[in-house]
Nanobody
Framework: QVQLVESGGGLVQPGGSLRLSCAAS????????MGWYRQAPGKEREMVAI???????NYADSVKGRFTFSRDNTKNTMFLQMNSLKPEDTAVYYC????????????WGQGTQVTVSS
């Protein structure tokens, strides 16, 4: 069983920064696809950033230049550095991982709340 646990969310003023972490446990075979998603109240979950199985990174247009997706494989942890935060970034943020061989099978964390408000 694969388990993902997000942390690092909180309340921040517009223009501020937060660093989210996602700690993984259990076994997942490479190659794999990793991602960060978010869901605001009343809206569908949307992709924020993805690291594909070939290592390439793709960001949603709304966060390009502000967010950075990284990972530490030795600690089985993914990170999302969020800078220049805007009120519209307010959402519950989820990490996600998929095996490249079974990309239809998603593993999700429980989510961490990010609130951007003055």
């Amino acid at each position: 069983q694969v388990q993902l646990v997000e942390s690092g969310g909180g309340l921040v003023q517009p223009g501020g920064s937060l660093r989210l972490s996602c700690a993984a446990s259990g076994s997942i075979f490479s190659p794999k696809i990793m991602g960060w998603y978010r869901q605001a109240p009343g809206k569908e979950r949307e992709m924020v950033a993805i690291i594909a199985s070939d290592g390439s990174t793709n960001y949603a247009d709304s966060v390009k230049g502000r967010f950075t997706f990284s990972r530490d494989n030795t600690k089985n942890t993914m990170f999302l550095q969020m800078n220049s935060l805007k009120p519209e970034d307010t959402a519950v943020y989820y990490c996600n991982v998929r095996r490249a061989a079974t990309p239809f099978l998603n593993y999700w964390g429980q989510g961490t709340q990010v609130t951007v408000s003055s």
